[in-house]
Nanobody, 130 residues
């Protein structure tokens, strides 16, 4: 399975923006579905955004629709998460992961396969302050 590393986190004020990056650290080509997830202490990891590599179709959790954008760069073999209009509730450790056998719903990555995602990196911390 691919091994991934996240970067780009930081501390911003409410309403600010950040761009997270996800890269394969073992030279493997990203394929299937890639996802961004987040976790805060005491809570389960939750899916934020998913992308089907190649087709570029996406899924977003309702909490980030219209504010976050997941994208791919097939030349650089990277996936990004552009986060705008950040809210205090967006503060979390963000992780990327890969699902090489993802399924789709109407062409978009299924949001019901979190258990299939692998290759979790160390995460990148996002802090949002008012």
């Amino acid at each position: 399975q691919v091994q991934l590393a996240e970067s780009g986190g930081g501390s911003v004020q409410t309403g600010g923006s950040l761009r997270l990056s996800c890269a394969a650290t073992d030279g493997r080509y990203l394929s299937g579905c890639m996802g961004w997830f987040r976790q805060t202490p005491g809570k389960e990891r939750e899916g934020v955004a998913l992308i089907l590599i190649g087709a570029g179709t996406t899924y977003y959790d309702d909490s980030v629709k219209g504010r976050f954008t997941i994208s791919q760069d097939n030349i650089k073999n990277m996936v990004y998460l552009e986060m705008n209009a950040l809210k205090s509730e967006d503060a979390a450790m963000y992780y990327c992961a890969a699902n090489s056998q993802c399924t789709t719903i109407n062409g978009n990555p299924s949001p019901f396969e979190t258990y299939r995602y692998r290759g979790w990196g160390q995460g990148t911390q996002v802090t949002v302050s008012s």
